[in-house]
């Protein structure tokens, strides 16, 4: 996971095969989890949006912090990205 250092101390988004889509900023990888620190962690079945929708109010809003620091298994996570390269479409 060392490819993930130039996003270090900035806001990703990592979408997970569950319903769950993590956003906050980067703190630290491993072979097995990525950390996450001031992160906002959403459930999108509790939710009438759906992830890309919530990801890209979250652009353009900012990020609703509700946890500070998680921890994320790598094997969980489809894609990865920077928050900033979200394409917000009007």
Known sequence: MNDLTHMM???????????YVYLGTLEGCSDSFITLRDVDVHDVSDSRSTKEIYIMNARRLG???????????LTEV???SLLSDVLVFD
């Open 9 to 19: 101390g900035k806001e990703v988004v990592a979408d997970t095969r569950s319903p």
């Open 63 to 73: 990020i609703q912090r509700n946890r500070a620091r998680v921890m994320i298994k």
């Open 78 to 80: 489809v894609s990865f």
